[in-house]
């Protein structure tokens, strides 16, 4: 398969007590798989195009973006199709609303994933659009730039004048905010447990995984689910026969039961699904949410045995939808370990924070890249390289070797513990393959990708 020209995207510089990051370090893309868009450069965008008073932009977009769904729904309709089979949806990474339960008191009960006002944003997103209109030379130094410290705020806020330099000063009573928010995001050490004093936990039902921040600027552009909950209405779906299982995509797979009893809160919707309209149920899962519906699978025949797991979703799941799985993990995972992650708020995290983020979320692991050599890109020796000091040549680099270089030996420990010494994610004995790449024990199977789009495949990495 003919690779594009490799591309510089960023660099990591490697020491013996920490690992630091700075743009620019070669990845080789293929067109093969889905990608997509951040919401925060759509948001930049839009922003920067439109002031926040400029509401009826954002419901003309709003209609705009759903009018094709409802003419489809209105078309099947008119053919006579309607509503037969229930159905489940699971959410993905980072695909579910999750709110404060327990912490900083003001936030308690109140979303936090995502919320940019509790990245401190409020004044920012007030300010912005006006002050970009003016100086539209300024956007990169505001939106796109690093900001560290108080000094660099007020470093920056010297240089602009009027309104611009009141985004700059709204950005700088703003990092204490974020800090605070990026406090409650992420995990402890062990990538399960919730900081001191703070618990979060994901909303329930189809809230959950509709609109990320349904506020009305960023309804639209955080949406999840809601066009495709938005077309199942019209064609006649109700709460009675279409369900959200959303989780805390943050903690290992094993965790969600044992913290959260999610599997067993599962068994109990699809049955419910099932006893309602007297059909089984069909489950339709996107990325990371099909990790967790075959480790649900793995989990029934772990309790019940495998012969009454397999009758269980032999009557209860009628077919398994599979949108963007997977099944072999991904490439890409493995660079947010080493380099960070910002989970589509690029202009909003940077650095040490999208790192911190990254490695706090203990449910990472599920979506590493395993077995290589079933993956169809054969001309790739490996997915990740590493230049050593000193050396003229890039070398292949387990992962996990990279990983250990940049001071992340407690994520490998993590990833070994939770996922590859798992029997119900990893080999059960050295002679049999891995659990989680058995094939989902139902009776139909459909998995849909995205092609004819640039994927991150392999990494470069030079240790200086």
Not at 92 to 110: D, I
Not at 235 to 258: F, K, S, V
């Amino acid at each position: 398969m003919p690779l594009t020209t490799p591309v510089v995207v960023e660099e990591v510089v490697f020491t013996r007590e920490k690992m630091t990051t700075q743009l620019m370090s070669e990845v080789v893309f293929t067109r093969e798989k889905m990608t997509t868009q951040l919401m925060s450069e759509v948001y930049k965008e839009e922003i920067m195009k439109h002031p926040e008073e400029d509401f009826d932009y954002y419901e003309q977009r709003e209609n705009e973006h759903y009018t094709n769904h409802h003419r489809l729904a209105k078309e099947l309709k008119e053919e006579g199709i309607v509503p037969t089979l229930p159905i489940l949806l699971v959410p993905g990474f980072a695909s579910s609303s999750l709110k404060v339960e327990q912490g900083y008191k003001r936030w308690e009960n109140k979303r936090i994933w995502i919320s940019l006002h509790k990245l401190g944003l409020r004044k920012f997103k007030h300010t912005v659009g006006k002050a970009l209109h003016r100086q539209s030379s300024q956007p990169q130094d505001i939106l796109g730039s690093e900001i560290r410290d108080e000094a660099h705020h007020e470093s920056l806020a010297t240089k602009l004048d009027g309104s611009v330099r009141q985004v700059a000063a709204d950005v700088t009573g703003t990092s204490k905010m974020k800090r605070k928010w990026i406090e409650h995001m992420c995990l402890q050490e062990d990538g399960i447990s919730d900081p001191p004093g703070v618990k979060v936990r994901p909303y329930t039902g189809l809230e959950a995984i509709s609109y990320l921040d349904p506020k009305r600027i960023t309804k639209r552009l955080s949406h999840v689910f809601a066009p495709l909950i938005t077309f199942l209405t019209e064609l006649g779906y109700d709460e009675q026969n279409l369900q959200a299982a959303p989780y805390d995509w943050r903690i290992p797979l094993h965790h969600l039961e044992t913290r959260d009893g999610y599997f067993t809160q599962l068994v109990k919707m699809i049955e419910t699904l099932h006893h309602y309209n007297g059909r089984p149920v069909l489950i339709i899962a996107h990325s990371m949410g099909n990790r967790v519906v075959q480790y649900f699978f793995n989990w029934l025949k772990w309790t019940r045995g495998e012969t009454d797991a397999t009758a269980w979703i032999k009557c209860y799941v009628h077919t398994f939808f599979a949108v963007g799985p997977p099944w072999l993990g991904a490439p890409k995972i493995g660079r947010a370990l080493i380099s960070g992650e910002a989970m589509g708020l690029d202009h909003f995290l940077f650095g040490k924070e999208r790192l911190r983020l990254a490695r706090s979320c203990g449910s990472i692991g599920c979506l590493l890249p395993i077995e290589r050599s079933k993956f169809v890109m054969n001309e790739i020796e490996s997915f990740y390289y590493l230049k050593k000091k000193g050396e003229d040549q890039f070398q292949p680099c387990p992962l996990k070797d990279l990983l250990q270089s940049c001071d992340a030996q407690r994520t490998v420990e993590c990833v070994d513990k939770n996922f590859m010494n798992n029997p119900l994610y990893g080999s059960r004995s050295e002679d049999q393959p891995m659990s989680i790449l058995e094939a989902p024990p139902v009776e139909r199977l459909f998995a849909l990708y995205g092609v004819g789009l640039d994927t991150e495949l392999s990494y470069y990495y030079e240790q200086k």
